[in-house]
């Protein structure tokens, strides 16, 4: 894994073309430009080992999310969100609805790879994913570098599971121009593909014998896929309650609410339970460090905290990438709700050094639909916590000798 | 002018503070425009300052018309109007609540006339809001809400001004907005004074609370 620097001279233009043609709608962030002058280049072994393990992983974690939605009554510990509606997934059928996941991985110091968690439920980051790569590799010139687009294979996996020319509900917060940044490049591309792609917020869907219908000014009529980025323990706190039917709809949905066990990074504190049911987890078991309560890492050293439905590294407590005051809120907040919280071993990451001398810590997401790889979305920063200081930086491959 | 030509007048190649030019009103801005013909295109003439000071930093949290317009009008003393829009448009025929649509033609007419403007590297800022962003009342399930806030992350830090020169902020509006006024908190904090004008009085000092 390597740093490979956009020339100086093409940069304004690459990030011009990023804003226009990758819909990199939200490219300054405060004091900071979200996207990376450099690279990110894997050698094929590189891309083959990480998509394998994220294949395994998401082997193991689909088997436990079906065992955990039929045995409910096991799932305390996770502390799920309080709503009696997760029986009624009970009719969740993996056919009818499209699983996309993104696993976080990390190298380390003792050149090992570790994933710090999985977006189960509305991982983001699609055009990033799919355009953002052509374009850098086009920028660069470079012909021996290739990608996986992404967003070609999230379109395959859609159309095997909608009818022809349906139409889909992109469900997200409509106020906020980042989630719909990500919804209108893939409602671009399914509607190039002859869907018809509606925008809306999750109350603009109501159920009727448990099929999805809109309720969109003009738009109104049945939806034959739901696609949601509104993360599900958001949905649960809208009111009046007028997403129950997202729990036992028939209509195919990405995600499903069943996202919700392994989305909350308490998910390995029920790995012991899953175990004594027969599920192994040895992929799973060699990438996370290890996992515990909060009360269990009281006095150990080497442990941080982590919110256990916090994005995109969102108060957690690795002291040196947060401000004093930040880590001192972090604390307070642990110690008054424990529960909403985890203990988490903490890894080393090694920095990827630029040719010009400067650190950066990544943080590679591997994308998998329905169990298969699907490509790469990484960010970088020179904090070891990948934060929303962080940026975005495209993922290429390069070819091998023996390919020449 | 393409979307991109629009959006390079308004943020120009190593310009500063043009990284801070929000896209999205940008992204579609050569499909289907509508024509305007209501729209009044006089550049107003501005009350509460008279000339450019090199310390002083605007936000203009008016409509969207008068906030471009008075964009364009303190750019011909030497100001960088710097569009923060970030709303997003309903799908076609449905109502949202906020209407989003007479920013396009603004920025293409703003575009034209900037475009005649010759504006120093390091010209301080002035920002440009809509307060029609904080209308977010539905009569209707139906309605889609593209009501949106400002937050922090939109605008430089109070650090990033200092080193910069601005020590000051003026606020025109009709009156400082919620979502403002929390970011505005903390630049006092940060020892950036903070001044207040409707647009007719010269601008006044206020205190803040978050």
Known sequence: MKLVRILESKFEEYRLNAIFDCYKWDPQFLDSNTLSKYVLVLTEKEYHEV???????????????IFLNSHLDLTKIL????????KNMSNYDKNKHIRLMRYDFHPTTDGNWVISEVNSDVPGGFAEASLLPELAIKTIGNKNYYSINFGDQLAMALSLKIKAKGTIMFVHCTSYSDDRQVMQYLGDKMQSLGYTSLYGAADHLKFVNKEAYSILDHHEGKIDCIFRFTPIEWLIDIKPKTWSGYFDTITPSCNHPIAIFAQTKRFPLI??????????????KKLLPETIEVKQAKGKEGYIYKPAYGRVGENISIKEACSKEEYQEILKDVHKHPKKYLAQKRFISKPLTTPQGTKYHVCLGSYTIDGKHAGFYARISPKPRIDSDAEDIPVVIERSKSHE | ??????????????????????PVPFINIDHNLPHHEIIDYTIPHINYIKSIAEDTAIIIDTNSIQSIKEGIALALIGYRPIPIFNGTNPPSNTKGTTDNSLIEPLLIWGAYQLAKIKLKNDAPPVFLL??????????????FDNSWDIYPQDLPSAEYFLNKGITKIIVRGEKVNKDLRKILAKYQKN????????GYDSPEEIRLRK
């Open chain 1, 271 to 284: 790995w012991p339970i899953l175990e004594q049911n027969g599920i192994k987890l040895p992929t799973w």
């Open chain 2, 130 to 143: 809509d307060q029609n962003r904080l209308n977010r009342y539905k009569t209707d399930r139906s309605i």
């Open chain 2, 191 to 198: 020892n950036l004074q903070i001044f207040f004008t409707n």
């Open chain 1, 79 to 86: 502390k799920l969100p309080k709503t009696p509606l997760l």
């Open chain 1, 51 to 65: 998509a394998k393990l994220t294949e395994k992983l998401d082997s193991e974690t689909e088997i436990s999310e």
């Open chain 2, 1 to 22: 002018m393409n979307s991109k030509e629009i959006y390079r007048i308004w943020a120009p190649y190593s310009q500063r503070w043009v990284d801070w030019v929000r």
